[in-house]
């Protein structure tokens, strides 16, 4: 924790949990199951903390386990999105009538398991989906449920700005990850919770669609790497290949289950979020489609954003 430059104050509440989860395990190499049980477990305690999730993750960095560190992450990852619906529809329809249509489905407590996502998840746009329109429905998601500050995105609008056409960015777009994936795998560093191989930057350079992003006219279309690249390009199963791509935590378990169906429409949140830095680029509100999704079938989720004239 000193090496990693971690605050005093949290130092020993880290160790706690690393001894916490120690004390679970009993000796045992721990994997993602372990994880689950360890987090449902804080949250019976009344200790599921961002912070304390954040330990048990650099912990699993620190043995040297990615399984525990990404289902760690995965812990975090995205549990604003329940929480920004509830927000949001209460904004688009009025908080009686959202209290209406949630009737009996709680808002679930941060480290919810990625195993019992899904279920919550279905029930939700079942609600949304027999009691609100397509377009009401569509606009709730389509903005993104992640919260997305622009600043993450004002170094790419001064890139852009310096480029003399959009097509000069997408390629420097596409050099520049393809520099940081090779920097990645040079340092045996992580790209966000997955390994990085010659043979995954060797998809991602052969993908342009992945690695910048193709212009056809005023449609710009995009698909992100896949949430667990390495294992994607070894699998034979089609079901399991597009569990390996899905990055949402809300959704990607019931791929691999197949025991909950969560609606296609729900991907609308995927496309508002592959959208949002093409927004803070372009200083403007855009549209975006879902054109292919691993929930319908596909082998990865395609997002097609639209373009203003004169881009």
Known sequence: MQGRKIPEDKVEPFIFIADKFEGLLQGRTPDSSDVEIFAMML?????????????????????????VYREAIALLDGSEVLDNLHERLGVLVGEQKRDEILAGIDLPPLGLPTSHKPRVLQAVMERLEATLDAETCDKLL????????????????????????????LAKRGQGFIAQLEQLKGEGRLFFTQKVTDDVIAFVRGNPLISQGVREGNVLYEIKIPYMTK?????TDERMKRYYYCHCPWVRESIKNGDVSVSPRFCQCSAGFVKKPWEVILGQPLKAQVVESVLTGDRWCKIAIHLPDGV
């Open 43 to 67: 949250i019976r305690e009344g200790l599921n903390t961002w912070d304390h999730f954040m330990a048990l993750a650099r912990y699993g960095q620190f043995l040297e386990n990615t399984e």
């Open 142 to 169: 389509s903005g993104s449920l992640r919260t997305l500050d622009d600043s993450r995105y004002l170094e790419d609008r001064k890139k852009y700005q310096a480029c003399a056409s959009l097509d000069e960015f």
């Open 231 to 235: 294992e994607y390009l070894a699998a």
